[in-house]
T-cell receptor, first 113, second 114 residues
Framework: QKEVEQDPGPLSVPEGAIVSLNCTYS??????FMWYRQYSRKGPELLMY????GNKEDGRFTAQVDKSSKYISLFIRDSQPSDSATYLC?????????????FGGGTRLMVKP | DAGVIQSPRHEVTEMGQEVTLRCKPI?????LFWYRQTMMRGLELLIY????????DSGMPEDRFSAKMPNASFSTLKIQPSEPRDSAVYFC????????????FGDGTRLSIL
């Protein structure tokens, strides 16, 4: 079993829909959670960065962490065709002086006009 | 500020040839990471450096792979001899010093070994 699991998709939604992307993990020591967006033929781009449990909002994006369930989510409101990309979750444990990340495999999202 | 810069963007070469991938991290970032991305295995960490010193190379698949960081603004990943199974996208990322700083990625080198 992988340390971080992510449904590979593809997830296809109509423009304007609310999108929910999810990751589950097994290491209870993970404290820092990130979401990266990767467009085709580009590198991963940091989208959201949260610590411990709770919600964080940035424009149309909301990151949610439930440490008790070892489950994190990224919500995209009013999805746009430009949101079509692969979304990777990443996480690290406390006192990670090496800044090493454990990545999920990514979920491919397609937003249709 | 410029992001992480990688070159070349694409490389096509024949099996057995030496391949050198290059990376310039973000200025002031003390950590540098090399990753490989494939459809089957996703993003795999190959090696990372702190202040130009290799810290963990346990992800380097074979002795054919080597990485150097001669100074704070330049790193190379070399494959010699290359094999078709090395075909992948190779990413370089950098981060600031300090605990749990996020990594910032370059746009990668798409490598095809024929």
């Amino acid at each position: 079993q992988k340390e971080v699991e992510q449904d590979p998709g593809p997830l296809s939604v109509p423009e304007g829909a609310i999108v929910s992307l999810n990751c589950t993990y097994s290491n209870s020591a993970f404290q820092y959670f990130m979401w990266y967006r990767q467009y085709s033929r580009k590198g991963p781009e940091l989208l959201m960065y949260t610590y411990s449990s709770g919600n964080k909002e940035d424009g149309r994006f909301t990151a949610q962490v439930d440490k008790s369930s070892k489950y994190i989510s990224l919500f995209i409101r009013d999805s746009q065709p430009s949101d079509s990309a692969t979304y990777l979750c990443a996480m690290s444990d406390y006192n990670n002086a090496g800044n090493m990340l454990t990545f999920g495999g990514g979920t491919r999202l397609m937003v249709k006009p | 500020d410029a992001g992480v810069i990688q070159s070349p963007r694409h490389e096509v070469t024949e099996m057995g040839q030496e391949v050198t991938l290059r990376c310039k991290p973000i200025s002031g970032h003390d950590y540098l990471f090399w990753y490989r991305q494939t459809m089957m295995r996703g993003l795999e960490l190959l090696i990372y450096f702190n202040n130009n010193v290799p810290i963990d190379d346990s992800g380097m698949p074979e002795d054919r792979f080597s990485a150097k960081m001669p100074n704070a603004s330049f790193s190379t990943l070399k494959i010699q001899p290359s094999e078709p199974r090395d075909s992948a996208v190779y990413f370089c990322a950098s981060s600031l010093t300090g605990v749990n700083q996020p990594q910032h990625f370059g746009d990668g080198t798409r490598l095809s070994i024929l």
